[in-house]
């Protein structure tokens, strides 16, 4: 069962011109400074790739993969580290790519994870925002678009892997 994509919510052009516009935000303030880019796996690939070529100071990007959903379509309470980054972030400006924050749940583990490795800077970069689901509170300095309570996918965003090639965002009725 692969679910029925329904409406769509953003197409292509109005992925590119906002994923643009947050490359300009980031350009403007890491001005002389180097950024290291955190790419969180898997769902955050497309929106990685495309931001990265919008960005005009020095950065590195490397990757990390937390667990995040128990099944399909719900978040469980506990996150593991599956995949951890190669390089030492110690006193880097560490800026996190990911693709939607839902319950927050993930990324607040992750924040922790990575802060007691004293990063000289930690910020928070995401396409969606689900802001009616969160359980905890984060700090996102980048957001490209907040969206309503429903399961989405396309342009990284999958269900049970599929849809991720999509280069729109859809929402998907997983019992269509
Ligand atoms: P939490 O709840 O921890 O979850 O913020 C974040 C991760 O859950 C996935 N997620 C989704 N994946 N469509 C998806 O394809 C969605 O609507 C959705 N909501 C959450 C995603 O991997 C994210 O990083
Ligand atoms: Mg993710």
Redesign the pocket.
Known sequence: MRGKITDILFDESQINSRVAELGAEINADYAGRDIFGVC?L???IIFCADLVRHIKVPIRVDVMRAS??GSN?E?SGS?KILQDLDIDIAGKDVLII???????????KTLELLTVRHPNSLKVCTL?D?PS?R?EEIDIAYRGFSIPD????GYG???DEY?RNLPYISV?DPNG
């Open positions: 969180l898997k769902g955050s995040s959903y379509t978040s996150v990911e693709d939607i924050v839902d319950t927050g749940r993930t990324l607040h969606l689900k689901r359980v429903k399961f989405v996918v965003l999958d269900f849809y998907l």
